[in-house]
């Protein structure tokens, strides 16, 4: 299993302002994911993040609104822009164990757009 | 396409009384299952997972989960809940995508309470 950090473990943060999350990671993985869970719902995959290329999006989700990056292997970040109160959530990055198929997930972000 | 079914949004169970979640997925491919928990203010933590290897799964914290193709189910229990099991259950489908990796598609979590 890995060890992941996120910082800042929260936020409050003002409508039209941006906050870059940061991901770190104990050990060199290849794909990152970044999920956002919002209140009293389930997790939903923003994108997946492989080092020395282009963030995939999901549906519904897109890259001036959350860009990401990815300098190396065992860092990532997210920015959520421009925010509103409907992106007031937990964003959580994760790991994957190509063998396995699980991931690992640290412990979120919690943020509260006012 | 992947995706699972949680029939329960919410299970209420008194201590040291067996537990139940359910789960049924939907699956193009031979699936591999996870069943997460994350109690309040904390991360995700992997219980438990399957694949393809022995239908009956043991996980952490007395927790198991049986795989049932028959029923595309795979059910949590535990024989007697604890105070420590209240927090939120979510099962979890991976699938692989053309472009490569692993996909998660979470069920939309079961809330267990537990009761002295």
């Known amino acids: 299993s890995a060890v992941i950090s996120q910082k800042p473990s929260r936020d409050i943060c003002q409508r039209g302002t941006s906050l870059t999350i940061q991901c770190q990671v104990d050990?060199?993985?290849?794909?990152m994911f970044w999920y956002r869970q919002q209140p009293g719902q389930s997790l939903t995959l923003i994108a997946t993040?492989?080092?020395?290329?282009?963030?995939?999006?999901e549906s519904g989700f897109v890259i001036d609104k959350f860009p990401i990056s990815r300098p190396n292997l065992t860092f990532s970040t997210l920015t959520v822009s421009n925010m509103s109160p409907e992106d007031s959530s937990i964003y959580l990055c994760?790991?994957?164990?190509?063998?396995?198929?699980?991931?690992?997930f640290g412990p979120g972000t919690r943020l509260t757009v006012t | 396409a992947q995706s699972v079914t949680q029939l329960d949004s919410h299970v209420s169970v008194s201590e040291g009384t067996p537990v139940l979640l359910r789960c049924n997925y939907s699956?193009?491919?031979?699936?591999?299952l996870f069943w997460y928990v994350q109690h309040p203010n904390k991360g995700l933590q992997l219980l438990l997972k399957?694949?393809?290897?022995?239908?009956l799964v043991k996980g952490i914290n007395g927790f198991e989960a049986e795989f049932k193709k028959s029923e595309t189910s795979f059910h949590l229990t535990k024989p007697s809940a604890h105070m420590s099991d209240a927090a939120e259950y979510f099962c979890?489908?991976?699938?692989?995508?053309?472009?490569?990796?692993?996909?998660?598609?979470f069920g939309t979590g079961t809330q267990l309470k537990v009761e002295l």
């Open positions: 994760s790991v994957g164990d190509h063998r396995a198929g699980e991931q690992y």
């Open positions: 050990s060199q993985v290849t794909m």
């Open positions: 993040a492989n080092q020395g290329s282009e963030a995939t999006y």
């Open positions: 699956s193009s491919y031979s699936p591999s």
């Open positions: 399957y694949t393809s290897a022995a239908t």
């Open positions: 979890v489908v991976t699938w692989a995508p053309p472009g490569g990796g692993n996909k998660l598609t």
